[in-house]
């Protein structure tokens, strides 16, 4: 498939919409270089991305990818997110030899937490959800040096929370990063927590109380967030 026209005539409209202010104040929030930025706000980037993929909803996957791919190599967190985008538009056509792909763009094109979160609350935490085969493997994840693979092993799953699924998978993720020293690890972890609990409060509730001594307060204030407020008082110590 011969994508080219179709990324040029995309990139010239993100570049029509850019804004050089709103790009300083991107990379401020995420914590990022200014240069990974054009400067298009997320919701225009998410209309053109729509948009376009009209042209592609008929192709196969494998060639989408590749599309996906290129977007990704440039850098560009405005063309990231429209590759995870299009991966999640297209999601009930990736197999289980696609794994090795969306693992591979965590690896080497999410350097920050809007990215993690962007592929693994979409295409990746929808693949999870249906080939659960592969939990094992996100689980190795928890022991990564990759501070964003040990994010996305909690944030993958949040997809399945979202739909009542995963509590023991989810529990085991929780167990494994109990320790995590790395602040967006706990958040994810936290957060991850928090999505459960909206379908089963007393099974995470019963979790925090027993861990609530050594799990970190970062994990427990956000697990916690949407629970009543007796329950938030007891998980954290107070009377």
Same mark, same amino acid.
């Not at 693949?127 to 659960?132: A, N, T």
């Not at 007796?230 to 954290?236: F, I, S």
């Given at each position: 498939?011969?994508?080219?026209?179709?990324?040029?005539? +995309?990139?010239?409209?993100?570049?029509? $919409?850019?804004?050089?202010?709103?790009?300083?104040?991107?990379?401020?929030?995420?914590?990022?270089?200014?240069?990974?930025?054009?400067?298009?706000?997320?919701?225009?980037?998410?209309?053109?991305?729509?948009?376009?993929?009209? *042209? /592609?909803? $008929?192709?196969?996957?494998?060639?989408?990818?590749?599309? &996906?791919?290129?977007?990704?190599?440039? #850098?560009?967190?405005?063309?990231?997110?429209?590759?995870?985008?299009?991966?999640?538009?297209?999601?009930?056509?990736?197999?289980? *030899?696609?794994?090795?792909?969306?693992?591979?763009?965590?690896?080497?094109?999410? $350097?920050?937490?809007?990215?993690?979160?962007?592929?693994?609350?979409?295409?990746?935490?929808?693949?999870?959800?249906?080939?659960?085969?592969?939990?094992?493997?996100?689980?190795?994840?928890? %022991?990564?040096?990759?501070?964003?693979?040990? %994010?996305?092993?909690?944030?993958? /799953?949040?997809?399945?929370?979202?739909?009542?699924?995963?509590?023991?998978?989810?529990?085991?993720?929780?167990?494994?990063?109990?320790?995590?020293?790395?602040? +967006?690890?706990?958040?994810?972890? #936290?957060?991850?927590?928090?999505?459960? &609990?909206?379908?089963? *409060?007393?099974?995470?509730?019963?979790?925090?109380?027993?861990?609530?001594?050594?799990?970190? %307060?970062?994990?427990?204030?956000?697990?916690?967030?949407?629970?009543?407020?007796?329950?938030?008082?007891?998980?954290? #110590?107070? %009377?």
């Amino acid at each position: 498939m011969n994508g080219r026209p179709l990324l040029d005539r +995309m990139r010239s409209e993100l570049e029509a $919409h850019a804004d050089p202010v709103f790009r300083t104040r991107a990379a401020e929030y995420f914590g990022e270089d200014a240069e990974q930025f054009l400067g298009v706000r997320t919701p225009v980037v998410r209309k053109l991305s729509a948009e376009h993929f009209q *042209e /592609l909803k $008929h192709h196969d996957i494998d060639g989408v990818l590749e599309l &996906c791919e290129t977007l990704l190599e440039t #850098g560009a967190t405005e063309n990231r997110t429209i590759a995870f985008d299009w991966a999640f538009r297209c999601r009930r056509q990736i197999r289980p *030899e696609h794994f090795s792909v969306l693992q591979r763009w965590l690896e080497v094109y999410v $350097h920050d937490w809007g990215g993690c979160d962007d592929l693994c609350t979409h295409a990746l935490g929808d693949f999870v959800l249906r080939y659960p085969e592969f939990l094992s493997r996100v689980k190795e994840w928890t %022991r990564s040096e990759n501070r964003w693979l040990r %994010r996305a092993s909690a944030v993958s /799953l949040i997809y399945g929370a979202r739909r009542g699924k995963l509590l023991a998978d989810i529990f085991a993720v929780a167990d494994a990063l109990l320790k995590d020293p790395d602040d +967006m690890v706990q958040k994810g972890c #936290g957060w991850l927590l928090k999505v459960a &609990c909206k379908t089963y *409060e007393d099974e995470v509730f019963q979790y925090l109380m027993r861990n609530r001594a050594t799990m970190p %307060r970062v994990t427990l204030r956000y697990a916690i967030e949407k629970m009543p407020e007796d329950r938030r008082r007891q998980a954290m #110590g107070k %009377r």
